[in-house]
């Protein structure tokens, strides 16, 4: 989370060096939503407002801006990219909660000359420019070196305000020798020679563990960091559960029921999803979800079925519907299903992969152990191609240099011949 945060710069977005590429899929799909019920608003709102916090507003400039530099370069599956599109938006929410939260503490803080100076050079650095080659490159975008240079200082400030209103917002974090004996032997437990004969040399490295004096330190500031965290997520929480949310975002708003356990208010908005003549599997599993958080799971399982008639084809549909039996104790339907599955996975890495995971949950350990084999079997084959690819790539290179070498001895020999013919 700190690190979406500390990110939320419009440095990026100036300097065209480092601009983002975001993939077809991914932008084919943002389309979707936006096209799909993804981008109406609510009634009385600015279509540039796509949420407001407490009555601060968020804007989809400032929204797509933070997607397009948080988006991973490969293409997101629709399972995958509503939680991106929500996370990013979440994240800005929080920090509005933060920057709020700072005002009312009288948080202040200060940026000096030389940490601007530190972070401007590291942007030379990192994109291997000379000044006066980055600012060739921000004028083309109607920007210069004294904007950015405010940018990096506007950033910093709010990036220490940030972390200070989080040291004074959370309680105070201790760690208790007891804390890291227990860590210690869950993570260096002791061997069954060591119980035998506590006396006894072991020279292997299997067996050997580190004296606790000589690990204490690192497993003291692992503990401590794990509670921090778990105190600022707890602190998050409660703010944005005493906050006025309010998202325009129709399939983020959706999301954002689900998420927050209001099931009635997600039942009812999804609904409307399925409903389209033009939908997406997905909205039926998170209205399946929805449902099951109604503890209403006849309407749960019917809508499951309903969504596997109208995509027959969709495997992660099925691990859905799997999981969602399998927490209902109906293993027998559970693994029915997902030998449906395996019967059309052919020589799929992850559909295998994930095969194994719900087989194994399920106590079906031979299946199991056939998906892992088909695991294994199909990792060894990427890797031979992946060493054919480089065996034929080394054939090319040297049959590239004998080539080479061929045309230098033939300009030697060239002259020597037309020399004999005189």
Do not use: C
């Not at 990026?12 to 084919?28: H, L, Q």
């Not at 409660?238 to 983020?252: F, G, H």
């Amino acid at each position: 989370m700190f690190d979406t945060l500390r990110d939320n710069s419009r440095i990026i977005v100036y300097i065209v060096v480092v601009a983002f590429v975001v993939s077809g899929g991914f932008m084919g799909y943002g389309a979707y939503l936006n096209n799909q019920g993804g981008g109406g608003q609510a009634p009385n709102q600015s279509p540039s407002v796509i949420a407001e916090v407490n009555g601060m507003e968020i804007s989809q400039q400032e929204y797509f801006t933070l997607l397009q530099q948080q988006a991973p370069q490969s293409n997101l599956s629709s399972t995958q990219i509503i939680p991106f599109r929500y996370n990013v938006l979440n994240a800005l929410i929080e920090r509005k909660l933060i920057m709020d939260q700072a005002e009312k503490l009288g948080v202040n803080v200060k940026v000096s000359e030389s940490e601007v100076d530190k972070n401007y050079q590291n942007i030379l650095d990192q994109n291997k420019m000379t000044d006066q080659e980055l600012a060739d490159a921000l004028a083309e975008q109607g920007y210069t070196i004294g904007q950015l240079r405010e940018d990096i200082k506007s950033n910093l400030e709010d990036s220490k305000t940030i972390t200070k209103t989080i040291e004074q917002g959370i309680p105070e974090v201790t760690v208790s020798d007891q804390e890291i004996q227990e860590l210690y032997n869950q993570r260096y437990p002791q061997s069954e020679n060591e119980s035998e004969n506590p006396t006894a040399e072991n020279n292997t490295a299997e067996t050997e563990k580190p004296e606790l004096a000589e690990v204490k330190e690192n497993l003291e500031t692992e503990i401590r960091n794990q509670k921090r965290n778990q105190a600022v997520n707890n602190w998050l929480k409660e703010l944005k559960s005493k906050a006025e949310i309010t998202i325009n975002e129709p399939v983020l708003s959706a999301y954002h029921a689900l998420e927050n356990e209001n099931y009635n208010q997600a039942v009812e908005e999804f609904k409307t999803f399925v409903e389209q003549e033009e939908t997406d599997a997905i909205f039926y599993s998170y209205l399946a979800q929805a449902y099951e958080g109604q503890n209403n799971y006849d309407k749960a399982e019917e809508t499951y079925k309903t969504a596997i008639k109208s995509f027959p084809e969709n495997n992660e549909l099925k691990f859905n519907y799997a999981q969602f039996l399998a927490e209902q104790e109906k293993n027998d339907k559970a693994i029915a299903l997902l030998d449906e599955v395996a019967a059309g996975a052919e020589d799929d890495f992850m559909t295998y992969y994930q095969l194994f995971m719900l087989y194994s949950q399920l106590g079906a350990e031979e299946k199991a152990q056939s998906a892992i084999e088909e695991v294994q079997r199909i990792s060894q084959n990427m890797q031979q191609n992946q060493e054919n690819v480089e065996i034929d790539a080394k054939k090319t290179e040297e049959f590239q240099e004998e080539a080479e070498q061929l045309e230098e001895d033939l300009e030697v020999e060239a002259p020597l011949e037309t020399e004999n013919n005189n």
